[in-house]
Protein backbone atom coordinates (compact mmCIF):
# COMPACT_ATOMS: atom_id res chain seq x y z
CA UNK A 1 0.00 0.00 0.00
CA UNK A 2 1.38 3.69 -0.90
CA UNK A 3 2.17 6.08 1.97
CA UNK A 4 -0.89 7.71 3.65
CA UNK A 5 -0.59 11.26 3.36
CA UNK A 6 -2.09 14.35 3.76
CA UNK A 7 -5.56 14.85 4.34
CA UNK A 8 -8.06 14.98 1.51
CA UNK A 9 -11.39 15.45 2.81
CA UNK A 10 -12.15 17.01 5.99
CA UNK A 11 -15.51 17.44 7.51
CA UNK A 12 -15.14 19.69 10.91
CA UNK A 13 -17.79 20.32 13.55
CA UNK A 14 -20.37 18.95 10.80
CA UNK A 15 -23.75 19.12 12.39
CA UNK A 16 -27.25 18.89 9.86
CA UNK A 17 -30.70 18.67 9.61
CA UNK A 18 -33.63 17.83 8.26
CA UNK A 19 -36.29 20.90 8.88
CA UNK A 20 -36.74 20.59 12.49
CA UNK A 21 -34.89 17.56 13.04
CA UNK A 22 -31.09 16.88 13.84
CA UNK A 23 -29.21 14.38 12.06
CA UNK A 24 -25.88 15.35 12.51
CA UNK A 25 -23.83 16.34 15.64
CA UNK A 26 -20.82 17.61 15.23
CA UNK A 27 -19.47 14.91 13.38
CA UNK A 28 -15.21 15.19 12.57
CA UNK A 29 -14.13 13.46 9.70
CA UNK A 30 -10.55 13.20 7.63
CA UNK A 31 -9.69 10.97 5.09
CA UNK A 32 -6.09 10.62 4.02
CA UNK A 33 -4.42 10.49 0.61
CA UNK A 34 -4.24 6.73 -0.36
CA UNK A 35 -6.28 5.86 2.86
CA UNK A 36 -9.35 3.49 2.88
CA UNK A 37 -11.69 4.84 5.47
CA UNK A 38 -14.57 2.50 6.57
CA UNK A 39 -17.79 4.68 7.66
CA UNK A 40 -20.28 2.31 9.51
CA UNK A 41 -23.20 2.30 11.37
CA UNK A 42 -26.34 0.89 11.47
CA UNK A 43 -29.90 2.20 9.20
CA UNK A 44 -30.68 5.90 10.57
CA UNK A 45 -26.98 6.48 12.12
CA UNK A 46 -26.21 9.44 9.96
CA UNK A 47 -24.03 7.50 7.35
CA UNK A 48 -25.86 9.18 4.38
CA UNK A 49 -26.30 12.50 5.37
CA UNK A 50 -22.58 12.02 5.54
CA UNK A 51 -22.17 11.27 1.96
CA UNK A 52 -24.49 13.83 0.98
CA UNK A 53 -22.64 16.67 2.80
CA UNK A 54 -19.51 15.25 1.83
CA UNK A 55 -20.56 15.11 -2.02
CA UNK A 56 -21.72 18.71 -1.60
CA UNK A 57 -25.83 17.93 -2.22
CA UNK A 58 -26.89 19.03 0.93
CA UNK A 59 -25.01 22.04 3.63
CA UNK A 60 -24.64 21.28 7.08
CA UNK A 61 -25.95 23.82 9.72
CA UNK A 62 -22.71 23.99 11.07
CA UNK A 63 -19.18 23.22 10.21
CA UNK A 64 -16.98 23.41 7.28
CA UNK A 65 -16.03 20.88 4.49
CA UNK A 66 -12.22 20.94 3.28
CA UNK A 67 -11.12 19.32 -0.12
CA UNK A 68 -6.99 19.37 -0.13
CA UNK A 69 -7.27 22.13 2.14
CA UNK A 70 -9.86 24.22 0.71
CA UNK A 71 -12.66 25.18 2.21
CA UNK A 72 -15.64 24.47 0.24
CA UNK A 73 -18.59 24.79 2.46
CA UNK A 74 -21.41 25.65 0.10
CA UNK A 75 -19.70 24.72 -3.10
CA UNK A 76 -21.72 23.33 -6.02
CA UNK A 77 -21.84 19.59 -6.53
CA UNK A 78 -20.01 19.86 -9.97
CA UNK A 79 -17.05 22.04 -8.20
CA UNK A 80 -15.84 19.59 -6.25
CA UNK A 81 -16.32 16.93 -9.20
CA UNK A 82 -13.93 19.30 -11.17
CA UNK A 83 -11.36 18.77 -7.98
CA UNK A 84 -11.68 14.86 -8.08
CA UNK A 85 -14.36 14.26 -5.96
CA UNK A 86 -16.47 10.66 -7.25
CA UNK A 87 -19.13 9.70 -5.64
CA UNK A 88 -20.68 6.28 -6.69
CA UNK A 89 -24.44 5.57 -4.92
CA UNK A 90 -25.84 3.25 -3.71
CA UNK A 91 -27.76 1.06 -6.66
CA UNK A 92 -24.62 1.65 -8.89
CA UNK A 93 -23.83 4.31 -11.34
CA UNK A 94 -24.36 3.05 -14.73
CA UNK A 95 -26.93 3.67 -17.87
CA UNK A 96 -28.28 0.02 -17.79
CA UNK A 97 -29.86 0.33 -21.43
CA UNK A 98 -26.55 1.08 -23.13
CA UNK A 99 -23.72 -1.59 -23.60
CA UNK A 100 -20.39 -1.87 -21.28
CA UNK A 101 -18.68 -0.09 -24.22
CA UNK A 102 -20.90 2.92 -24.31
CA UNK A 103 -21.39 3.24 -20.73
CA UNK A 104 -17.24 3.86 -20.54
CA UNK A 105 -17.71 6.42 -23.46
CA UNK A 106 -20.37 8.21 -21.56
CA UNK A 107 -17.50 8.17 -18.83
CA UNK A 108 -15.01 10.07 -20.86
CA UNK A 109 -14.09 13.47 -20.26
CA UNK A 110 -11.69 16.25 -21.71
CA UNK A 111 -8.15 15.19 -22.13
CA UNK A 112 -8.50 11.42 -21.42
CA UNK A 113 -9.60 9.42 -24.33
CA UNK A 114 -11.97 6.76 -24.81
CA UNK A 115 -9.72 4.29 -25.91
CA UNK A 116 -7.68 4.60 -22.48
CA UNK A 117 -10.67 4.48 -20.29
CA UNK A 118 -11.54 1.50 -21.65
CA UNK A 119 -8.04 0.03 -21.75
CA UNK A 120 -7.89 0.93 -18.18
CA UNK A 121 -11.66 -0.69 -17.20
CA UNK A 122 -10.34 -3.68 -19.18
CA UNK A 123 -7.00 -4.19 -17.23
CA UNK A 124 -8.85 -4.04 -13.74
CA UNK A 125 -11.59 -6.07 -14.73
CA UNK A 126 -10.77 -8.37 -17.57
CA UNK A 127 -14.64 -9.52 -17.61
CA UNK A 128 -15.58 -6.39 -18.65
CA UNK A 129 -13.72 -6.80 -22.23
CA UNK A 130 -15.58 -9.64 -22.62
CA UNK A 131 -18.71 -8.27 -21.72
CA UNK A 132 -17.96 -5.02 -23.54
CA UNK A 133 -21.11 -5.50 -26.17
CA UNK A 134 -23.83 -6.71 -23.70
CA UNK A 135 -26.31 -3.98 -22.01
CA UNK A 136 -25.21 -2.99 -19.05
CA UNK A 137 -28.58 -3.89 -17.37
CA UNK A 138 -28.48 -7.31 -18.10
CA UNK A 139 -24.88 -8.03 -16.21
CA UNK A 140 -24.99 -10.10 -12.97
CA UNK A 141 -25.01 -7.54 -10.19
CA UNK A 142 -21.15 -7.74 -9.20
CA UNK A 143 -20.14 -7.20 -12.96
CA UNK A 144 -22.21 -3.71 -12.89
CA UNK A 145 -20.26 -2.45 -9.88
CA UNK A 146 -17.33 -3.61 -11.62
CA UNK A 147 -18.81 -0.95 -14.24
CA UNK A 148 -19.71 1.37 -11.76
CA UNK A 149 -15.99 1.50 -10.12
CA UNK A 150 -14.46 2.05 -13.71
CA UNK A 151 -16.91 4.57 -14.74
CA UNK A 152 -15.93 6.66 -11.67
CA UNK A 153 -12.10 6.09 -12.11
CA UNK A 154 -12.15 7.37 -15.81
CA UNK A 155 -12.28 10.34 -14.10
CA UNK A 156 -9.29 10.38 -12.15
CA UNK A 157 -10.52 11.22 -8.71
CA UNK A 158 -8.80 12.00 -5.86
CA UNK A 159 -11.65 10.86 -3.49
CA UNK A 160 -13.95 8.35 -4.07
CA UNK A 161 -16.54 8.05 -2.41
CA UNK A 162 -19.01 4.26 -2.30
CA UNK A 163 -22.13 4.01 -0.89
CA UNK A 164 -23.17 0.61 0.22
CA UNK A 165 -21.45 -0.73 -2.58
CA UNK A 166 -21.59 -4.48 -1.08
CA UNK A 167 -25.28 -4.27 -1.11
CA UNK A 168 -27.67 -7.40 -2.51
CA UNK A 169 -23.91 -9.22 -3.71
CA UNK A 170 -22.61 -12.01 -2.85
CA UNK A 171 -19.71 -12.27 -0.06
CA UNK A 172 -17.64 -13.86 -3.01
CA UNK A 173 -17.38 -11.06 -5.10
CA UNK A 174 -18.07 -8.56 -2.21
CA UNK A 175 -14.89 -9.46 -1.40
CA UNK A 176 -13.46 -9.43 -4.85
CA UNK A 177 -14.44 -6.02 -5.45
CA UNK A 178 -12.83 -4.64 -1.76
CA UNK A 179 -9.77 -6.18 -3.29
CA UNK A 180 -9.88 -3.97 -6.27
CA UNK A 181 -10.49 -0.86 -3.95
CA UNK A 182 -7.43 -1.45 -2.17
CA UNK A 183 -5.89 -1.79 -5.34
CA UNK A 184 -7.29 2.11 -5.90
CA UNK A 185 -6.32 3.47 -2.69
CA UNK A 186 -2.43 2.07 -3.09
CA UNK A 187 -2.41 3.89 -6.33
CA UNK A 188 -3.39 6.99 -4.33
CA UNK A 189 -6.68 7.79 -4.27
CA UNK A 190 -8.57 8.54 -1.29
CA UNK A 191 -11.52 5.86 -0.40
CA UNK A 192 -14.20 6.76 2.11
CA UNK A 193 -16.78 3.50 2.00
CA UNK A 194 -20.05 3.37 3.50
CA UNK A 195 -21.02 0.60 4.86
CA UNK A 196 -23.99 -0.72 7.14
CA UNK A 197 -22.26 -4.12 7.05
CA UNK A 198 -18.69 -3.19 8.91
CA UNK A 199 -17.44 -7.00 8.36
CA UNK A 200 -17.21 -6.67 4.44
CA UNK A 201 -14.78 -3.66 4.79
CA UNK A 202 -13.07 -3.30 7.74
CA UNK A 203 -10.37 -6.27 6.85
CA UNK A 204 -9.64 -3.99 3.87
CA UNK A 205 -9.82 -0.42 5.83
CA UNK A 206 -6.74 1.39 7.03
CA UNK A 207 -9.16 3.13 9.03
CA UNK A 208 -12.53 3.78 10.53
CA UNK A 209 -15.56 6.01 11.39
CA UNK A 210 -18.39 4.35 13.51
CA UNK A 211 -21.60 6.45 13.92
CA UNK A 212 -24.98 6.13 15.71
CA UNK A 213 -27.51 8.69 15.57
CA UNK A 214 -25.92 11.47 13.90
CA UNK A 215 -23.06 10.84 16.73
CA UNK A 216 -19.25 9.66 16.01
CA UNK A 217 -19.41 6.49 18.59
CA UNK A 218 -15.06 5.77 17.71
CA UNK A 219 -12.70 6.90 15.48
CA UNK A 220 -9.52 5.76 14.53
CA UNK A 221 -7.49 2.43 13.21
CA UNK A 222 -10.01 -0.27 11.61
CA UNK A 223 -7.87 -2.65 12.96
CA UNK A 224 -9.40 -1.79 17.01
CA UNK A 225 -12.93 -2.12 16.00
CA UNK A 226 -13.94 -4.24 18.30
CA UNK A 227 -17.18 -6.14 19.18
CA UNK A 228 -18.15 -4.20 21.63
CA UNK A 229 -17.37 -1.34 19.82
CA UNK A 230 -19.97 -2.76 17.04
CA UNK A 231 -22.68 -3.64 19.68
CA UNK A 232 -22.54 -0.30 20.98
CA UNK A 233 -23.60 1.48 17.82
CA UNK A 234 -25.76 -1.27 16.26
CA UNK A 235 -27.46 -2.80 19.40
CA UNK A 236 -27.67 0.09 21.29
CA UNK A 237 -25.59 -1.58 24.40
CA UNK A 238 -23.11 -0.53 26.46
Known amino acids: MSAIGEPILELKNISASY ?63 RLGVCTIPEGRGIFPNLTVRENLEMAARKGLAVSVIQERAFARFPILAERR ?75 AVVMSHGHVRFSGNASDVDEATLSSAYLGTK
Open 133 to 207: TQLAGTLSGGQQQMLSLARGLATDPVLLMLDEMSMGLAPIVVADLYEQVQAIAAEGVSVLVIEQFARTVLGIADT
Open 19 to 81: DAISVLHDVNITVRRGEVMALLGPNGAGKSTVLKIASALMRPTQGSVHIAGHDLTGAAASELA
